[in-house]
Every structure is written in C-alpha cells, then in structure tokens.
C-alpha cells in the first residue's frame, strides 16, 4: 500500500519559516493536500491541490511538490501556527494520510 | 451555515459494535462525499472509507474491510458509520469530513469528532 512519510517534529522560531516535508514514491504524480490539527480540535484544510489555498487561509501557508516530496511553507510562523499538520494524497480509490508533524514555534 | 455535527461519545465493551451518526446541514446533502476518519489516543490520522450520499458503492479501507459499514439516510442528510466486533485498539475520535469537488476532493468541512471507547 501506498505510504506518506512526514518527520515527527519541527521547530521553528517566531517570523522564520518553517517547512514540512511529505515523502511517497512519485508523489508528484498525485495532488497532495495538507491540514492543521491544533490540540483538541477537528482538522482544518489549509492547502489543497499541491499549492492552492482555500478562502480564509493566511497567504503565509504555500504549498508545493516535485518528484517524490511534497513541501508544506509556512511564512513567518506565528504562534498560533504551533499545531500537527498532515499530508493526504490519493492511491487509487483510498486516501493515504502522513504519519503528522509536530510544528513548534519556540 | 455548511455544518457536519456528529453523535455524543460512546462507550463499548470488547465485542460489541458502535454506530455512529453524522448529520449534514447548509449544502446539498447528494453533492458531496463523506468520509470517515479516526484518530486513536496521541496517534495520527486514519483514512476509514467513503461513501456517497448519492448513492453507489461505498469504499473501505482494506484494514477495517468487513467490520466497518457507511450508510445514508437521504430523507435527513445523515451518514452513519457503523463499527462491529470492536477491541481496545478501536478506541479513538471518529470524524466525519466532506470530501469538496471543487477542491479536488479535499475534506474542506469536519465535524467535530466522536470519541469512541472501547473498555471492559
């Protein structure tokens, strides 16, 4: 079965930026979204299709993918971006999601 | 506005199965996929199934294929998702989200979870 590979943890220090790696074999052959997942709350859609934002996102947050990793860029962290994020892609008719990063803004 | 809210939290023992309900309200109930997703104590997410509220065939994930089953009840915007013959690794938050078209099919609206608990 298709796998997502996301590092456990990143940190970053507040009006850095911080990036996310997703990593699956030819993943750029796929549309790679990513959510955030802050403590205690449902996931939020932050990029869809590689590198689109959906109303309401910051312009902070870009997306990208080439060859088998996707990127999720954050822009200036802020606080508030301390969450888990994870990758999802399509394999055929499943969804496969990344194991979920830890995003640290220390 | 676009919601989906779920049922309240449940309690099973080891063996017994969990159905549980995920009301859609402020779209066109047929025109969008619903999936299932579950997230176990501290872990990731876990892809369940999709199903279509139009109709047609459901999609499994081949980890929970034949003990999960998706349902729909057109007459009030309902999906259920249905879990049988649960152990202690099916306790978790169980979500809902609807998969968007215009998105790709990315999930742009999640309820807001159902904790599930299996324990003897």
């Known amino acids: 079965s298709y796998e997502l590979t996301q590092p456990p943890s990143v940190s970053v220090s507040p009006g850095q930026t911080a990036s996310i790696s997703c990593s699956g074999n030819k993943l750029v052959d796929n549309y790679v979204c990513w959510y955030q997942q802050r403590p205690g709350q449902s996931p939020v859609l932050v990029i869809y299709q590689d590198t689109k934002r959906p109303s309401g996102i910051p312009e902070r947050f870009s997306g990208s993918n080439s060859g088998n990793t996707a990127t999720l860029t954050i822009s200036g962290t802020q606080a508030m971006d301390e969450a888990d994020y994870y990758c999802?892609?399509?394999?055929?008719?499943?969804?496969?999601f990344g194991g979920g990063t830890k995003l640290t803004v220390l | 506005q676009v919601q989906l809210v779920q049922s309240g939290a449940e309690v099973k023992k080891p063996g017994a199965s969990v159905k549980v309900s995920c009301k859609a309200s402020?779209?066109?109930?047929?025109?969008?996929?619903i999936h299932w997703v579950r997230q176990a104590p501290g872990q990731g997410l876990e892809w369940m199934g999709i199903?279509?509220?139009?109709?047609?065939?459901?999609t499994y994930s081949q980890r929970l294929q034949g003990r999960v089953t998706m349902t729909r009840d057109t007459s009030t915007s309902t999906v259920f998702m249905d879990l049988s013959s649960l152990r202690s690794e099916d306790t978790a938050v169980y979500y809902c989200?609807?998969?968007?078209?215009?998105?790709?099919?990315?999930?742009?609206?999640w309820g807001q979870g159902t904790m599930v608990t299996v324990s003897s």
């Open positions: 199903i279509n509220p139009n109709g047609g065939p459901t």
């Open positions: 999802q892609a399509w394999d055929s008719s499943f969804v496969v």
């Open positions: 989200a609807r998969g968007a078209p215009r998105l790709e099919n990315a999930f742009d609206i």
């Open positions: 402020g779209y066109t109930f047929t025109s969008y996929y």
